[in-house]
């Protein structure tokens, strides 16, 4: 096979991910974006990737490009219906973040999948940061005993006391992210667990943390939490407790944590792992308390050192270049299966939210009769792509406003800011 001929659409966050597959030995043809002159992306991608790329504003025509696969970096509750017509067109699709973001969604792209031959991968990059690969290799080798429970805390604290911040990932006050409930996104926290141990979450309940602002700044944020925790049991009897898109104070930093019958892997100040036996239960030669900087054992161990985020960029496409390649769907959790579950769990935990922490089943889109029965559920937090309203609540006290000398603040910020 020759070089994988690949689109990129949404060019702010894909222009990081198309470098990778260049390293990986692709060929950018091709580049969408609604926004051509959106904080001059387009021309950052032409000088990241060369000229010769192709440019499209319609998904439509760009998708007739003769292509092989094509990287979904557009918003992030909008990718399920671009993947189902890449599905249509026969295109691999490599979707970073959630897959879709109605239940509903997630039925008719699986259909859609499942009529298709393409490959399908979920581009969650966490797992491949150096300490989350160390600790799935310590859960791996049976040192912990079996798993009984395990912690993924994504903490990114978006303060609006930086205009930048407004600028840049709040653009207008229907973006995606002054409306996204606290449950949504999930598998910066959710991924990394279920790689690691390989269990997969079958019930949920979940509650927010309610902090709307309160100083005078500019903000057009709907949501009011600053954080929602869902904890699951999974089909192995294991619990995971989530903090899916935390914003506590001291952050960002995200935590992950697995312990097992005899012993506990974590974490520490970003990329340390602490591990900590019980007393009589540490290997011939080893120390109880161990807290260390892994290595980063890899091949490609100079390119990854190039890449953007650690290199995890370059991982995540490795493993969906390699399923391309050999002609195979990726491995879980990164199949479409595992991604729509991923999303149900963020969905159904903000419905627990709304419901006072009511425990939903999480259904298993393998079955029919799981599809049956979330076929017609388009209920969604978001605004739609034709300006429809969202039809659920975003906050965790669905009355809940952002106050008005704050939305005029945050008009007067994006004032000549147009998108």
Known sequence: MGKLRIGVFGVCRGTQLAESFVLAGCEIVAICDRYTSEHNHIESCINMLGKGIAIYTDFDEFINHDMDAVILANAFHE????????????LHVFSE??????MAEGVEMIRAFEKSNSVYMLAENYPQMKHMREMERLCKSGRLGKILYAEGDYDHFMDPIYPEIQHVYMYNEHHWRNWCPKTYYITHALGPLMKTTGATPVRLTAFASFAPETRELATASHVGDRAAAILTQNDDGSVFRLFPWSEFGGGPYSNFRFRGQWAQVENYFDTNVSLRYSAGYAPDGEETV???????DDPDKEIIEKCYFDGRDYLTARIFLDAVREGRQPEYPFDIYS???MSSVAILGWRSVLEGGKPYDVPDFRKEEDRKRYENDNLTPFWGMDGSAPTLPCSSHPDY????????????LMKGFQK
């Open 290 to 296: 161990q807290v260390y900087d892994p290595v980063l």
């Open 79 to 90: 990718h399920a219906p671009y993947a189902i017509k890449c599905f249509e067109k026969g």
């Open 97 to 102: 973040c959630n897959s879709n973001a109605t």
């Open 401 to 412: 406003e952002p106050d008005e000398a704050l939305l005029e603040n945050y008009r007067k």
């Open 339 to 341: 991604a729509v579950l």
